[in-house]
């Protein structure tokens, strides 16, 4: 049965790697939107019960024995009391289950309310929120506070921090170099807290040596905290800690220029100020590659847009990346068999959602965007290998 309480986590492709493993069904999809501010936070709580409810009505439709329905309702209900529902919302919450788990994911963009009950996971919003809701990360870092941020073009919010530490200290520990004298200190009021040093050139090396250590402590845990995830990151801080993680850091996303100044008397706002034109130009950078790259295959007759041809290469595992428009569905299922979509109006599958969780199978990429987005006219578009 599924598990009492899940955990709501933020979206990464090494979580999306679990949705995509074989499930025993019925594979239940909820998403919901969430209010961040008061009052209308309130009411996240009541969404939650809500859709528990309607999830256990379409459940019992689907002839589940009434203990199941109750047995996979209970986490659903259980996330109404959760942190990221009633005190700090996210934008939206997705959840997934099967007959055994509940997933939970924390979504730095809006989603339309949604329960939907299928053979595969309904997954195009938690695609769109990897690849084209514009989200990105910013690490604030000074040796006195570590705060990761996520947002999008309207602002940030901290991040679950999930293993990173909160300080130099907090990353060193005992570790701290023995030969440095540190005392607390305190700022002004408000201020966090600092070091002072005595022991003249010796004091130095060893605050370098902390410093050098402390950046590695950092950017492993970065790195498993965004393991997957190619969201661009802007690193936030004074110019050492910055080249000092830039030196070492592998991460895929990682914005090129930084926002320079020491980030602790930095709100969210500021930081997003200085930080989000730097997201944009690398978005606008990225764009610009990924449509060149289909003009270039299209050239060279390496392209599908119609359907059966899509799901034939997809089937196939000839899907380089495959393009689907946020706002268009196709009832219907896909044919292994005849290598087809069968369009089934009224069916509550959707054909280019199974489209997309063949692709991903086979390592392909899936961007979901604005039809405006799209590099034909149809609902899906493939580049092929």
Same mark, same amino acid.
């Given at each position: 049965m599924p598990d009492p309480a899940p955990t709501p986590r933020a979206l990464s492709r090494a979580a999306l790697t679990e949705l995509l493993r074989p499930h025993e069904g019925p594979l239940l999809s909820v998403y919901l939107p969430l209010q961040r501010s008061f009052p209308g936070s309130q009411q996240n709580p009541v969404r939650v019960l809500d859709a528990a409810r309607e999830a256990a009505e379409k459940l019992a439709k689907a002839g589940l024995p009434a203990a199941e329905v109750q047995a996979r309702r209970a986490p659903i209900e259980a996330l109404a009391q959760h942190d990221s529902v009633t005190g700090h919302p996210a934008d939206g919450l997705a959840v997934f289950q099967d007959r055994a788990e509940t997933w939970a994911f924390l979504l730095s963009c809006s989603v339309p309310h949604r329960v939907a009950l299928s053979d595969v996971f309904l997954l195009r919003p938690v695609l769109r929120g990897l690849h084209g809701d514009r989200r990105y990360h910013l690490l =604030?870092?000074?040796? $006195? &506070?570590? *705060?990761?941020?996520?947002? +999008? =073009? &309207? !602002?940030?919010?901290? =991040? @679950? &921090? $999930? !293993?990173? @530490? *909160?300080?130099?200290? +907090?990353a060193l520990g005992s570790e701290l170099t023995e030969k440095s004298l540190r005392l607390r200190v305190g700022g002004r009021t408000g201020a966090p807290p600092g070091y002072a040093s005595h022991g003249g050139e010796s004091t130095r090396e060893d605050h370098k040596l902390d410093v050098d250590r402390f950046h590695h402590a950092l950017a492993v845990a970065l790195a498993e905290r965004l393991r997957g995830d190619d969201a661009p990151l802007v690193l936030a801080g004074d110019a050492p800690h910055i080249s000092g993680l830039r030196a070492l850091l592998r991460l895929p996303g990682l914005v090129a220029d930084g926002v320079i100044g020491s980030p602790d008397h930095r709100g969210a706002a500021e930081l997003h100020a200085h930080a989000w034109p730097l997201v944009e130009r690398t978005l606008a950078e990225r764009d610009a590659a990924v449509a060149a790259a289909f003009e270039r295959a299209r050239n060279h007759g390496k392209t599908v847009d119609v359907l059966d041809d899509v799901a034939a290469a997809a089937l196939g595992g000839r899907v380089r990346r495959l393009w689907l428009a946020q706002d268009r569905s196709v009832p219907g299922r896909v044919d292994a068999t005849a290598g087809r979509v069968v369009e089934e109006p009224g069916a509550e599958t959707d054909a280019l959602e199974e489209l997309a969780e063949l692709v991903l199978r086979h390592r392909g990429e899936v961007h979901v965007v604005d039809a405006a987005r799209m590099p034909t006219r149809g609902p899906a578009a493939a580049e092929l290998h």
């Amino acid at each position: 049965m599924p598990d009492p309480a899940p955990t709501p986590r933020a979206l990464s492709r090494a979580a999306l790697t679990e949705l995509l493993r074989p499930h025993e069904g019925p594979l239940l999809s909820v998403y919901l939107p969430l209010q961040r501010s008061f009052p209308g936070s309130q009411q996240n709580p009541v969404r939650v019960l809500d859709a528990a409810r309607e999830a256990a009505e379409k459940l019992a439709k689907a002839g589940l024995p009434a203990a199941e329905v109750q047995a996979r309702r209970a986490p659903i209900e259980a996330l109404a009391q959760h942190d990221s529902v009633t005190g700090h919302p996210a934008d939206g919450l997705a959840v997934f289950q099967d007959r055994a788990e509940t997933w939970a994911f924390l979504l730095s963009c809006s989603v339309p309310h949604r329960v939907a009950l299928s053979d595969v996971f309904l997954l195009r919003p938690v695609l769109r929120g990897l690849h084209g809701d514009r989200r990105y990360h910013l690490l =604030a870092v000074s040796s $006195n &506070r570590v *705060t990761l941020y996520q947002g +999008d =073009a &309207r !602002g940030l919010a901290e =991040a @679950p &921090r $999930n !293993g990173l @530490p *909160t300080s130099l200290e +907090d990353a060193l520990g005992s570790e701290l170099t023995e030969k440095s004298l540190r005392l607390r200190v305190g700022g002004r009021t408000g201020a966090p807290p600092g070091y002072a040093s005595h022991g003249g050139e010796s004091t130095r090396e060893d605050h370098k040596l902390d410093v050098d250590r402390f950046h590695h402590a950092l950017a492993v845990a970065l790195a498993e905290r965004l393991r997957g995830d190619d969201a661009p990151l802007v690193l936030a801080g004074d110019a050492p800690h910055i080249s000092g993680l830039r030196a070492l850091l592998r991460l895929p996303g990682l914005v090129a220029d930084g926002v320079i100044g020491s980030p602790d008397h930095r709100g969210a706002a500021e930081l997003h100020a200085h930080a989000w034109p730097l997201v944009e130009r690398t978005l606008a950078e990225r764009d610009a590659a990924v449509a060149a790259a289909f003009e270039r295959a299209r050239n060279h007759g390496k392209t599908v847009d119609v359907l059966d041809d899509v799901a034939a290469a997809a089937l196939g595992g000839r899907v380089r990346r495959l393009w689907l428009a946020q706002d268009r569905s196709v009832p219907g299922r896909v044919d292994a068999t005849a290598g087809r979509v069968v369009e089934e109006p009224g069916a509550e599958t959707d054909a280019l959602e199974e489209l997309a969780e063949l692709v991903l199978r086979h390592r392909g990429e899936v961007h979901v965007v604005d039809a405006a987005r799209m590099p034909t006219r149809g609902p899906a578009a493939a580049e092929l290998h």
